[in-house]
Nanobody, 129 residues
Framework: QVQLVESGGGLVQAGGSLRLSCAAS??????????LAWFRQAPGKEREFVAS????????NYADSVKGRFTISRDNAEKMLYLQMNDLQREDTALYYC????????????????????WGQGTPVTVSS
């Protein structure tokens, strides 16, 4: 059973930065075969894609709303996923989820939630003006 645990969320002023982390409890071999992603869900809104990264980190995708401000990365040796968020804005306020796609091919970094079968519980990010 895959378990994903997010951390690093909190309250930050507009223009500030946060770094989210996601720890995975599964064998390294299995983790290395997963594409990974961050999604978020703001109050009263549907869950939306933020960023994704392929199995070896060679391919990344970003939502237009975060391009140039957010950076996704992974450390396969430590089985960790990260999201560096800079220049945060009020519209970035949401519950942030990490997700894993254990069926991903080497060169894919899916952007749709339906591709991801494992999800964390989320970490909240609140951006104040």
């Amino acid at each position: 059973q895959v378990q994903l645990v997010e951390s690093g969320g909190g309250l930050v002023q507009a223009g500030g930065s946060l770094r989210l982390s996601c720890a995975a409890s599964l064998r390294t071999y299995t983790y290395n075969r997963c594409a990974l992603a961050w999604f978020r869900q703001a109050p009263g809104k549907e869950r939306e894609f933020v960023a994704s990264i392929s199995r070896n980190g060679g391919l990344t995708n970003y939502a237009d709303s975060v391009k140039g401000r957010f950076t996704i990365s992974r450390d396969n040796a430590e089985k960790m996923l990260y999201l560096q968020m800079n220049d945060l804005q009020r519209e970035d306020t949401a519950l942030y989820y990490c997700a894993a796609d254990a069926q991903a091919i080497l060169t894919s970094a899916p952007t749709t939630s339906g591709n991801y079968e494992y999800w964390g519980q989320g970490t909240p990010v609140t951006v104040s003006s």
